[in-house]
């Protein structure tokens, strides 16, 4: 089975401070969502690496979050 190459992993940065990091599929969508955040307008998404896998994205994520990073799916 092929896996689809569909989700993007990201940082998502708030004066130059990364508060929080994720995978989404829409990356212009997932920013404009961050940014309703309160004190997270001016916020803005970094993209990490190529588009990947789902399954190769949550791997990603959880290895973010076992380092003690603010990871949200």
Do not use: C, N
């Amino acid at each position: 089975m092929v896996a689809t190459i569909s989700t993007y992993k990201y940082h998502f940065k708030v004066e130059g401070k990364i508060v929080r990091i994720g995978i989404t599929g829409d990356l212009e969508r997932r920013e404009r969502q961050l940014q309703q955040h309160r004190g997270w307008a001016k916020g803005h998404i970094v993209r990490v690496g190529k588009i990947t896998s789902r399954d190769a994205a949550i791997a990603w994520a959880m290895e973010q979050e076992a380092k003690g990073k603010p990871v949200r799916l």
